[in-house]
């Protein structure tokens, strides 16, 4: 039976006690705290996503302060599915510390980092840093007993399903995994959902909701001059129901394969207040899992 969750990116303008409150009041059974910290000269700002999000669990809290956000969860009767790190390719002392944060919310896995590709360095160069990343990430998974989970992401090296097979392949699946992340795939990386799920295979930790559109630009007639010619498209985020991503078919192929696992919700359309958008995705979502 598939499970339900929000990643705490997708609730900037509520505190975590409030974003506790507002998920057991919807229905989620888990909640996959944004565990970094916060920008100091942007505390001052409008709440925003990656910017002053209020439910951000600071990646330098105390394990006193760790306590009471479990115990929040526990009030609430929220699992954390897994801890949504923001952890550079390489950083193994941040890595050790978010496994440690993970194991005492109850995380069994946490999200490391891979890569991007911004053509400055070759993808060889890239994927062996990765890969050797990984190793150490692995050790220190069974040291912890916390997965280290890489995400399906426009811009990395790890951009579609099979790409990010092909990064952790051979490594212990108990140890090391895969977020698949459809949104993602619309900006770069997709794939026919159903193949990219079987590529992944035990790989496959837990998915991403979320959704994205493609957009015509101001350069909507190509200029006549090849040299001058401007993108026509651009990819931004949309509504759960209306983005590129058709979600009643990746949920009949999560079906197909057997998943039970969680749905973690990461809505950035802006398109509803955060309350009606954590109310609506989750009803529309068990509409299709039935």
């Known amino acids: ?4 969750a929000i990643f705490t990116v997708m609730t900037p303008d509520c505190s975590l006690e409030r974003t ?13 705290w944004r565990f970094t910290n916060n920008d100091p000269s942007k505390k001052n700002e409008q709440p925003s996503f990656w910017g002053n999000n209020l439910s951000t ?27 949504a790190s923001y952890i550079g390719c390489g950083d193994l002392a941040a890595t050790e510390r978010a496994m440690k944060a993970a194991k005492q919310l109850g995380a069994p896995s946490i999200r490391i980092g891979v890569p991007n590709y911004d053509r400055s360095r070759p993808y060889d ?15 220190l998974s069974a040291e912890h007993g916390v997965k280290a989970m890489i995400e399906v992401h426009h811009g990395n090296i790890a951009s579609s399903a099979s790409a990010a097979r092909r990064l952790v392949d051979g490594f212990d ?38 959704n994205a559109v493609w957009q015509r630009t101001d350069a909507s007639v190509p200029a006549t001059d090849s040299a001058d010619h401007a993108p026509v498209w651009r990819s931004a985020w949309g509504p759960l129901r209306e983005g590129a991503v058709h979600w009643p078919t990746v ?36 509409s299709l899992v039935g």
Request: zero cysteines.
């Open 173 to 210: 699946p108990n140890r090391i995994g895969v977020i698949y992340d459809p949104g993602n795939m619309v900006h770069e990386g997709f794939e026919q959902y159903k193949m990219g799920l079987e590529i992944l295979g035990p790989y496959l930790g837990h998915v991403h909701v979320k």
């Open 20 to 32: 506790a409150q507002l998920l057991k009041e919807y229905g989620y059974q888990g909640v996959e």
């Open 125 to 139: 160069a890239l994927f062996a840093e990765a890969r050797s990343y990984l190793q150490e990430a692995e050790k």
């Open 251 to 286: 949920i009949a192929a999560l079906k197909e394969i057997g998943y039970d696992g969680w749905l973690s919700f990461e809505d950035f359309s802006g398109s509803a207040p955060t309350e009606t958008l954590l109310r609506d995705n989750i009803a529309y979502i068990k």
């Open 57 to 83: 669990v600071p990646a330098d809290s105390t394990e006193e302060e760790l306590a009471g956000i479990r115990a929040l969860m526990d009030a609430a009767g929220l699992e954390a599915p897994n801890l």
């Open 1 to 4: 039976m598939m499970k339900y």
